[in-house]
């Protein structure tokens, strides 16, 4: 049976304008499990307009931050409550594990009652001028209407770093998913409608890239764009923003190393990485999917990383007991296939994996290790975005180093090693936006996250995302009383 779901305009449940819909297939089934509205240019106008008229002239715009604030929290209240629904609503739409999206959903309320609390700590300043000058103020101001897109993979996770920061500045958004996976962003205005947001404050729009996307980027009354997803997609977003000289942020992909120096914990070092790339299949933007080994541990690590891989269960993501689940498309699985055919072609040995994990029925790739004698290699340059590990020997510290830093991502690393010295240069030597040492994968919602490069521009999470979503105002005040100077006497 197939769900339908409806977009989110305006504080209302609604259609396409022509009624045209998309399907979504469930990747562990291949069977088409629901179905969404293909938004036209007018719906997404009739969604910003909502929004910047929810801003501008509606009781968002009249309400105070510690209201603000309050309206996050009951929306974390409400997620509590229907944590278990949206939990299965991803897992089903995008193949991952039902123990992580539900471990999420969960963990959403955490991050809605984090920025609920910062709602009313934005604050101004007053410079040091002399004490004759005029009184001079600098405030935050809300920007206005903000286009949130996000991906398939994490959706509810990374939708609620733009979602809250931006509602707590007093911003309203409209956000559109991936059209690859759109069931849990759209269940999702549930929750925010119970939260007794008033309408157009919050607007989700579905579809793809054009008209969808195109015309929510460039419209002329958005005023800040948060985009989370491939590059290339971005190239197109950056050349869609320029139409309205909108503020943006992207957070990309990574082709993040893993670095393993010779005195590591080897123990640490195996669920590290095992957390590292074959966590979420592989399917992470900061997914450490390059290892650096040290020529004294390079056999051992490989050797326990083959067998931790060959015990991974490959299954049904509902099921607790499965450790790895499908891939979120085909498209995805065939890229993969395609780069690991090159890459052995060309001489990169695969360890263990490299096939559809024997079944005929999902898109399942096992979990794979690959053997790479250099850079020049398609898995290795590119990100697969799958539970795809490519393993480089290196000799020394500058060795190391160098050959992580020779990529065009820079998302996030990690480094194993005893010396705490050496591990901190190696962290801070390592281009990334977020650097793990002896452990891998482990994430703060009051932790700044983000790379450079290939892995995009801007910051979410923690105290400084909130800032990003406002603008500073300088304010003059004469106070004297007297009146106001000649403009051509010089002073």
Wanted: charged fraction near 25%.
């Amino acid at each position: 049976m197939t769900t339908s779901y409806q977009m989110y305009i305006d504080g209302g449940f609604c259609d396409a304008e022509d009624g045209k819909r998309y399907e979504s297939v469930n990747p562990a089934t291949e069977e088409v499990w629901a179905d969404f509205p293909e938004a036209t240019a007018n719906d997404v106008n009739r969604a910003v307009t909502a929004a910047h008229e929810a801003f501008t002239n509606g009781p968002w715009s009249r309400t105070s931050a510690a209201e603000r604030g309050k309206v996050l929290r009951r929306i974390a209240r409400e997620l509590e409550a229907e944590g278990q629904e949206l939990a299965v609503a991803e897992t089903t739409d995008t193949g991952k594990l039902l123990r992580e999206t539900r471990w999420q959903a969960n963990n959403l309320a955490e991050i809605y009652d984090y920025y609920g609390g910062l709602a009313d700590k934005i604050e101004g300043r007053l410079p040091p001028v002399g004490p004759d000058a005029p009184l001079s103020m600098i405030i935050r101001e809300p920007l206005g209407v903000v286009a949130a897109i996000v991906p398939w993979n994490s959706q509810l996770h990374l939708a609620a770093f733009k979602i809250a920061p931006a509602l707590a500045a007093g911003n309203t958004i409209v956000i559109k998913p991936s059209e690859e996976a759109s069931a849990a962003v759209v269940q999702f205005a549930n929750v925010m409608e119970r939260a007794g947001l008033p309408k157009g404050v919050f607007n989700v729009v579905t579809g793809g890239g054009n008209p969808c996307a195109q015309t929510l980027v460039s419209h002329p009354l958005v005023r800040r764009v948060s985009f989370t997803g491939g590059v290339e997609t971005a190239r197109k977003v950056i050349t869609a923003s320029a139409e309205n000289i909108a503020m943006l942020s992207l957070e990309l992909g990574g082709k993040s190393p893993v670095v393993v120096y010779d005195d590591a914990d080897l123990d640490s070092v195996v669920n590290g990485v095992t957390s590292a790339i074959f966590a979420a299949s592989g399917q992470s933007c900061a997914a450490g999917s390059r290892l650096l080994l040290q020529d004294g541990v390079y056999d051992e690590v490989i050797e326990r990383m083959v067998n931790r891989a060959k015990e991974i269960v490959v299954g049904d993501p509902m099921s607790d007991d499965t450790h790895m689940g499908p891939l979120a498309t085909r498209r995805q699985r065939d890229r993969i296939e395609k780069l690991l055919g090159e890459s052995t072609e060309a001489g990169a040995k695969v360890l263990t994996g490299g096939g559809r994990a024997g079944r005929d029925t999902g898109w399942f790739f096992e979990p794979t290790i690959v053997a790479c004698d250099g850079q020049d290699f398609p898995v290795v340059r590119n990100e697969l975005f799958g539970p795809v590990l490519s393993v480089l020997r290196f000799s020394d510290e500058a060795d190391a180093i160098r050959i992580a830093r020779d990529s065009n991502y820079a998302f996030a690393g990690g480094v194993f090693s005893k010396d705490f010295g050496r591990a901190y240069r190696t962290a801070r030597a390592i281009p990334a936006g977020r650097f793990w040492i002896n452990t891998y994968r482990v994430t703060n919602f009051a932790m700044p996250f983000g790379g450079s490069g290939h892995s995009g521009y801007g910051r979410e999470g923690g105290i400084d995302a909130i800032e990003d979503y406002t603008q500073t105002k300088a304010i003059f005040a004469d106070l004297s009383g007297a009146p106001a100077a000649d403009p051509f006497v010089m002073r």
